[in-house]
C-alpha cells in the first residue's frame, strides 16, 4: 500500500495548517497500518512528493514558468520543481521488490525542500 502524502507532512507552513496535518496524518496511518498487517506480508510506505511540475501547479502560480522561479527555484534547494515521472519512478519502486524491507517509511522526493 502507497499513501501519497507531501513534503508539507514533515513542516509548517503559514495559511497551511490543515493540509500539513492531514499530509501528516497520512505518514502515521501508514505507519500504524504497516505494524498492524507486517505479519500478513503487506507493505505499507507513504510517498512524500515536493513541488511538482502539474497542471494543479501551472493554474496555482499562473503558469508553469511562474511556479517553477516562484516555487521551484525559491524554496527548493536543487532549484527546480520536480517533474511527475520523477515521482511516478518513486512509487514503482515502493511497488516492486527492490523495496520488500520497507514497511512504515516515508519516501521523501522533495528536492531538498525539507533540508532547509
Given at each position: 500500500?502507497?499513501?501519497?502524502?507531501?513534503?508539507?507532512?514533515?513542516?509548517?507552513?503559514?495559511?497551511?495548517?490543515?493540509?500539513?496535518?492531514?499530509?501528516?496524518?497520512?505518514?502515521?496511518?501508514?505507519?500504524?497500518?504497516?505494524?498492524d498487517h507486517?505479519?500478513d506480508g503487506?507493505?505499507?510506505?507513504?510517498?512524500?512528493p515536493g513541488?511538482?511540475?502539474?497542471?494543479?501547479?501551472?493554474?496555482?502560480?499562473?503558469?508553469?514558468?511562474?511556479?517553477?522561479?516562484?516555487?521551484?527555484?525559491?524554496?527548493?534547494?536543487?532549484?527546480?520543481?520536480?517533474?511527475?515521472?520523477?515521482?511516478?519512478?518513486?512509487?514503482?519502486?515502493?511497488?516492486?521488490?527492490?523495496?520488500?524491507?520497507?514497511?512504515?517509511?516515508?519516501?521523501?522526493?522533495?528536492?531538498?525542500?525539507?533540508?532547509?
Amino acid at each position: 500500500i502507497i499513501h501519497i502524502a507531501s513534503q508539507m507532512g514533515q513542516v509548517a507552513e503559514p495559511g497551511d495548517t490543515a493540509y500539513c496535518v492531514t499530509k501528516g496524518a497520512l505518514l502515521m496511518l501508514a505507519k500504524g497500518m504497516a505494524l498492524d498487517h507486517a505479519a500478513d506480508g503487506i507493505r505499507v510506505n507513504t510517498l512524500s512528493p515536493g513541488g511538482i511540475a502539474t497542471e494543479a501547479m501551472a493554474r496555482e502560480f499562473g503558469d508553469l514558468a511562474t511556479a517553477e522561479r516562484d516555487w521551484g527555484r525559491a524554496r527548493h534547494p536543487l532549484g527546480r520543481l520536480g517533474r511527475p515521472e520523477e515521482i511516478a519512478a518513486a512509487a514503482l519502486f515502493l511497488a516492486c521488490d527492490e523495496s520488500s524491507f520497507m514497511t512504515g517509511a516515508d519516501l521523501l522526493i522533495d528536492g531538498g525542500y525539507t533540508a532547509r
